[in-house]
């Protein structure tokens, strides 16, 4: 039977990467086909036409969209290295902080960010960021998934890669070590787990685009 | 067995995320204390169980905390996945769907659907009024011939939706509009979903939710 799996999106985003760090954890192959966000193609309009956005993940002709549901579906449908907690209360909690990532952390980086870096913007940023601080203190594991990464580090790749590469990129400071301890120690971590290695983009790449999308004149 | 002290709902008699929560716990015939919050002068123990939020609705199972309503409705399935009828499908490109639409609601009919009573100015409103409708008819298209919005049976993602639909009267009285003959084929899965006991005994009656918008717009102003 055929077994045909694409993954329609761009290298450069956070979302799509979790969808590329869940399918390498488990090992499967799939066909990223890349988008150009500017000229969407059919077929991604076609498989995502609620939103028309990536990552879209096509399994055998059927479209699943947004990035957390794509998680629930690979974890449920491949074996292997388990993405959500068996236990029904741990998954609650899994869920509850992948939500809260992109309820409310990524939006106020985001502002953070288009906001080159303005204070009360990254004051709300690092508010945000504080509870998932105060949750791995509260947790006292390396991962917020414990000994191995969950949802809930696959969620946060964006707060361990894209963070940095638009720190950089800007000049501005969202994640400074001496208020975010755990989650600097963290993200050194997660970031050379081999699964999330060989998923994230070039940060050069990243860099090049955020000075060019987000740099002042 | 589990007496009812076991499991404790912290919510508002007219949010449509609790109602959600009470709906789902219907359904699988579970017992619980329900907790009405005065979102005016939270108590400590939602402040305790919801820290990060500080929202109702809070279901507490055995001490522990569960938040946000979604997340809750599947905890419920899982925690009593012994208990029918099931929540969600079991094939996973369904569960995808259901949740994929559950978070659709909160994305955007919520907003959207706010917007017509925290509008002001014919322009806005009629921009909201035009979003609104939109927004529906994209549900709509996701219900096509089905009875339900995925698969066949009633679920999260229609227990995700159907609070809302006590919101209509309101819409259409504040909004000047007509959400059932805009939508019938949602007004028509609006009627199957209340032929369900969780549904009709839990939703409290659209005139309630009408005289509690006027009281909150007359608080503010309006």
Redesign the interface.
Known sequence: MANELKLYGVTRSPFVCRAVIALNLKGIKYELVVEDLSNKSADLIKYNP?YKKVPVLV?NG?P???S???L??ID??WNGVPILPQD??E??QA??WA??MDDKCFPAVFKAVISHGEEQAVAEAQEALQ?LENELKVKGSKFFGGDNINLVDITATFVAFWIGAVEEALGIELLPKDKFPKLTEWSDNYVNCQAVKESLPPRENLVAIYKKRFGKA | MAGSDDVILLDFWVSAFGLRVRIALAEKGIHYEYREENLQNKSPLLLEMNPVHKKIPVLIHQGKPVCESNIIVQYIDEAWHDKSPSLLPSDPYLRAQARFWADFVDKKVYEAAKKIWMTEGEEDRQVAKKELIEVLKVLEGQLGEKPYMVGESFGLADIAMIPFSVWFHTLNEIGKMNIERECPKLAAWVNRCMERESVSKTLPHPHKFYEFVLEMQKKKGH
């Open positions: 609620v399994h059927n699943i969209s947004e957390l549901v794509i629930e579906y449920e449908v029904a209360y998954k609650a869920r509850f939500k809260f509870f």
